[in-house]
């Protein structure tokens, strides 16, 4: 993983197509991140053309890792939450390409994730994933604490219904007042 860059994403057609690539591969390898089996590239890049704005407007950053030129994978932090959670952000989306699995992308990812949650003053993070087949094992070496399994919460990509794991972690102690 020597040559792996983590850094925040701009909004281009040419990201924009990448980022619908790496969806379309992760809902049609099972990857529970709100879709369905089959997903057409109109409707993946249709989703990263809404979120690469709302990163461009500073609701939420999208990082990207890449092996080199080719973007590999991606997580993002959401910052646009109500006023009364100005303390917490929430992490979604993360997916690394099949053939970049198990190499510590998606580690490097959640931990410049955690960095920028920090920076911008964000000292609790919360996130979720798909019981069956989903990333509990990772979030739970990285310090995620589990707190409950919503049964049934969705249809996985390729039909049937998977519970998800809600989990949260402190950055630091609170910061109140």
Do not use: C
Request: net charge neutral; hydrophobic share 45%; aromatic share 6%.
């Amino acid at each position: 993983m020597s040559n792996i860059q983590i850094k925040a994403l701009k909004p281009s057609p040419e990201v924009r197509a990448v980022l619908g690539e790496i969806l379309i591969e992760t809902v049609a390898n099972g990857g529970s991140v709100s879709f369905m089996h089959p997903l057409s590239r109109e409707a993946a890049e249709a989703f990263w053309s809404n979120s690469l704005s709302a990163a461009d407007r500073g609701e939420r950053i999208i990082l990207g890792a890449f092996d080199g030129d080719e973007l590999i994978g991606t997580v993002t932090l959401l910052l646009d939450l109500p006023p009364n959670q100005p303390h917490r952000a929430e992490i979604a989306k993360m997916m690394t390409r099949v053939s970049h699995r198990h190499r510590g992308i998606a580690t490097a990812l959640l931990r410049e994730a955690e960095r920028l949650a920090i920076a911008h003053q964000r000292w609790l993070l919360v996130l979720d994933t798909a019981e069956d087949e989903g990333a509990a094992g990772l979030y739970e070496r990285m310090g995620f604490k589990l707190t409950g399994v919503i049964p049934d919460y969705a249809f996985k990509p390729h039909g049937g219904l998977t519970g998800t794991l809600i989990y949260w972690k402190k950055l630091q102690e609170a910061r109140v007042g």
